[in-house]
Nanobody, 127 residues
């Protein structure tokens, strides 16, 4: 069983930057590298949507069109942590951001493919 804990959310002005972190516990350094990880987000009144995903090795990534070129997903396997660096934030990026993972999973935009989920971290963007 893997627990995912997100951090780094907060209030930021439009055009600003923020970096989210997701720490995986109960996963050893050797096994964390076998987890495909992703970020999803959910704004009030909207469905949860895919943001970005990264393969276990970090060699492959995938992004939603809405964040491509502004957000970067990365991971540090020895630290059991995945990151989401967000630049040029827009008002519409405001949401609760969730970290998700799946061992040996394929790089997917489908949230049903991910077994483990964090509790979420709030990102608020002010105009």
């Amino acid at each position: 069983q893997v627990q995912l804990v997100e951090s780094g959310g907060g209030l930021v002005q439009a055009g600003g930057s923020l970096r989210l972190s997701c720490a995986a516990s109960a996963a050893s350094e050797r096994t964390f590298g076998s987890y495909t990880m992703a970020w999803f987000r959910q704004a009030p009144g909207k469905d949860r949507e895919f943001v970005a995903a990264i393969s276990g090795s970090g060699g492959y990534t995938s992004y939603a069109d809405s964040v491509k070129g502004r957000f970067t997903i990365s991971r540090d396997n020895p630290k059991n942590t995945v990151y989401l660096s967000m630049n040029s934030l827009k008002y519409e990026d405001a949401a609760v951001y969730y970290c998700a993972g799946d061992r040996w999973g394929v790089l997917s935009r489908d949230q049903s493919k991910y077994t483990y989920w964090g509790q979420g971290t709030q990102v608020t963007v002010s105009s």
